[in-house]
């Protein structure tokens, strides 16, 4: 079957570097998104990944492994609007996204 | 409007009533795409439709049915609504199927099967 396993909550504190980490088994691979969601709001876009490395926008940075099945999201600078869950959603053979249940990150001051 | 719009934001339906979710975009794109959102799991996809006249079955399709009449419509109906059924629905699209593209999220709708 195919699976995305990411941790369900996390904690960190405001002006923090926090790493949300994603591994997946999915019946091939066409590239891997990050998503960003607030309580009770749609998901919005934050990164994709298709090749191996590090994609940096901003305070954001995305990592892919193909090999190893693994990418994580890297936030820098948290400010207390980056609370929220961070959603990893994997690409497969039939270009259909499977997605993990999602990381709800919490900022403290 | 710009984007994606759903109606209604949110809704409590009788079990065994039918019910239509709308889903509107006046962004051109071909692929449209509706999902279920349950606490402790991930968006799993009921139905997609990669361009106007054309439809597919996703991951969880059973109890639901959609059509793709036009580029910019592309309404869920449940036929006769479960208790089971009760999650928040997003209606999503991207320019096109596969590669790199984007899916672009509605604001969610609330449905609740009692």
């Known amino acids: 079957g195919q699976n995305i396993d990411q941790p369900t909550e996390m904690t960190a504190t405001e002006g923090a570097i926090v790493q949300i980490n994603c591994t997946y088994q999915t019946s091939g691979f066409n590239g891997l998104f990050w998503y960003q969601q607030h309580a009770g709001e749609a998901p919005t876009f934050l990164s994709y990944n298709v090749l191996d490395g590090l994609e940096e926008k901003g305070r954001f940075s995305s990592f892919l492994s193909r090999s190893k099945g693994y990418s994580y999201l890297l936030l820098k600078e948290l400010q207390m609007k980056d609370s929220a869950s961070y959603l990893c959603?994997?690409?497969?053979?039939?270009?259909?996204?499977?997605w993990g249940a999602g990381t709800k990150l919490i900022i403290k001051p | 409007i710009a984007g994606i719009t759903q109606a209604p934001t949110s809704q409590i339906l009788a079990a065994g009533r039918r019910m239509t979710l709308r889903c509107t975009q006046d962004m051109r794109h071909n692929a449209m795409y509706w999902y279920r959102q349950d606490l402790g799991l991930g968006l799993r996809l009921i139905h997609y439709s990669n361009t106007a006249g054309t439809t597919g079955k996703g991951e969880v399709p059973d109890g639901y049915s959609v059509s793709r009449a036009n580029t910019d419509d592309f309404p869920l109906t449940l036929a006769s609504a479960v208790p089971s059924q009760t999650s928040v629905y997003f209606c999503a699209s991207s320019p096109k199927a596969g590669g790199q593209e984007t899916q672009y999220f509605g604001p969610g709708t609330r449905l609740l099967v009692l």
């Open positions: 959603a994997v690409r497969d053979s039939n270009y259909q996204l499977i």
